[in-house]
């Protein structure tokens, strides 16, 4: 081991870093070398040197500064700085996450309520609809639904408003056949005479009250979108174009389409039409109007009242009675006394008041 | 190791990575005089010391659920506080601020401060802080770990993230200048 080998070693020994076998080669050496072994005196006096130098002492105070800037932050500080800083990236992030969410609420206001007034409009539809009489024919019945709602997606604008009047005007169009001063030809090629004939009493008696409602309900269309289509349709179409009309000629017979085409009722019948009674029944009296003065003293005397009435063509009408339900009996026996009276829906189950609609007819 | 840290019980240790705060307060007492000390020797002015000491706590603060415990948590510290040394000195700002002050503040040592210290003493004193201060940073900060704190060569590898014959040879070269510069003390 040369001079210079063995003071590369001076540190690691006086550390006691040196593995046995190394140190004993140098421990050798320097028990052989005077000037080596005094260049690790030296060495092991500065070391002392270093080794007695004071501890220095973090100035007075240093705990508390310390404490004070690590005290913990309360949490919404914590979490304000979380999203916001770093500002420069999150802020600009956050901004455009904002406008993609107001972005998509505007979409969404835009486009859920015309959805939502959509269903609206769709829901009366089934309900205003009469259910079938048991002798009436069902495909015509469903070819005079289908036709008219097939137009309306494409006739609906944004505006709820606008697509109500739509819709009547396409429902009017319907109504066109009935009140056209020439029926067209179609129609009258289509109507099956069989239809009527075979019809028993009491399913011709359904068969009308059903078609009732839904001429209150096409004729409520027809008054408020009537005009409308007349504007937009020529008046050739009723007679060239007669597609509506023989929608619903089939379903009903010729007579009984023109009673109650010619029937203008109100727009609160309308809206009552949308609802089925709970009865029905049909009153049948030689002397309409003692019968309805007897109907007036029986309605007085029970508690009844009337809810509306509506002229049902050839002298015939139709009147909706409000009857409780415990005086239903007596107003029944009252109605046979007064004609002959036959029920026509009797519901299972009764509600306290009963809407009870008449057919007072000859 | 220099007057010894507090006990670093599993219990401690476990407080410290719950957010504790008397624990974190306990740490900073015991070992804010050693962390300062390091910073000292290696920034050579009290107030970039003190800098540097304040910061490597708060680091440690926010790093603690993540000390696993394989280091002793004063070797954690220093090798927290030795990296901040490093990087603030080779930052250009600061060697910029020190070729303008063009010449390193010698740091007292606090015998003077002591009324029984003499003047020989004193005198040695400062030219070894002076010698400390002249050698290179990568030189200074083992001799600061070793010599000055105790660590043992492993826990200095382990706290500068160097080879243990780097460390050796790093701490003989450093130990030979001082020798030099201390010559005329030692005979």
């Known amino acids: 081991m040369t001079c210079a080998e063995n003071r590369e070693q001076h540190s690691a020994l006086l550390d006691g870093e040196l593995p046995a076998p190394e140190r004993a080669l140098v421990e050798a050496h320097l028990a052989a070398c005077a000037e080596c072994s005094a260049e690790l005196a030296r060495l092991a006096r500065m070391l002392g040197m270093l080794h007695a130098l004071p501890a220095e002492r973090a100035p007075l105070g240093f705990v508390d500064r310390v404490l004070a800037v690590a005290r913990p932050t309360p949490w919404y500080v914590r979490a304000w700085r979380g999203l916001t800083q770093p500002w420069r990236l999150k802020l600009p992030l956050e901004a455009a996450a904002l406008v993609i969410v107001a972005l998509g609420a505007v979409y969404v206001f835009q486009k859920t309520p015309e959805l939502q007034r959509a269903a609206r409009y769709e829901a009366p539809a089934p309900s205003s609809t009469p259910a079938p009489a048991p002798g009436a024919p069902l495909p015509v019945q469903e070819s005079t639904r289908a036709k008219p709602s097939a137009p309306a997606p494409a006739a609906a604008p944004p505006s709820s408003a606008v697509s109500r009047d739509a819709n009547r005007a396409e429902s009017s169009k319907l109504e066109s056949a009935p009140t056209a001063p020439t029926p067209p030809p179609a129609e009258e090629a289509a109507k099956p005479s069989g239809a009527v004939a075979p019809l028993s009493k009491e399913s011709d008696l359904k068969d009308k009250a059903a078609s009732t409602r839904e001429a209150e309900s096409l004729g409520e269309k027809k008054k408020t979108g009537g005009a409308r289509m007349d504007a937009q349709a020529p008046p050739a179409a009723s007679t060239t174009q007669p597609a509506p009309a023989p929608q619903s000629a089939p379903t009903q017979p010729e007579p009984r389409r023109q009673r109650l085409g010619g029937a203008a009722p109100g727009a609160p019948e309308a809206a009552r039409a949308f609802t089925p009674p709970d009865a029905s029944g049909r009153l049948s009296v030689g002397d309409r109007e003692a019968a309805e003065r007897a109907l007036i003293e029986l309605r007085g005397r029970l508690g009844v009242t009337e809810a509306f009435r509506r002229d049902a063509g050839d002298g015939d009408v139709v009147i909706e009675m409000i009857v409780p339900r415990g005086a239903l009996a007596d107003f029944t026996r009252g109605l046979d006394g007064i004609g002959r009276w036959t029920w026509d829906r009797d519901p299972s189950t009764l509600p306290p008041q009963i809407r009870l609609q008449i057919l007072l007819a000859r | ?187």
Not at chain 2, 36 to 60: H, I, N, P
Not at chain 2, 115 to 132: F, K, M, T, V
């Open chain 2, 1 to 187: 190791m220099r007057g010894e840290g507090p006990s670093e019980s599993e219990t401690f240790l476990a407080s410290l990575r719950a957010g504790d705060p008397q624990a974190f307060e306990d740490m900073v007492k015991t070992h804010q005089h050693r962390i300062y000390g390091v910073a000292l020797r290696m920034m050579g002015s009290r107030a970039e010391a003190e800098e540097v000491a304040q910061e490597t706590f708060l680091r440690a603060h926010g790093a603690l659920g993540e000390f696993r415990g394989d280091a002793r948590l004063s070797t954690w510290l220093y090798a927290i506080a030795s990296r901040l040394c490093l990087n603030r000195l080779a930052s250009g700002e600061h060697r910029m601020a020190r070729r303008r002050a063009d010449a390193l503040e010698v740091v007292p040592g606090r015998s003077e401060d002591q009324p029984g210290g003499d003047l020989e003493r004193s005198e040695r004193e400062a030219a070894l802080q002076r010698a400390i201060a002249e050698l290179p940073e990568d030189r200074r900060v083992v001799v600061v770990l070793r010599d000055l704190e105790g660590l043992a060569y492993d826990e200095i590898a382990a706290a500068l993230g160097l080879e243990l014959g780097t460390v050796r040879s790093r701490l003989h070269r450093a130990r030979l200048e001082l020798k030099d510069k201390l010559e005329r003390y030692l005979t």
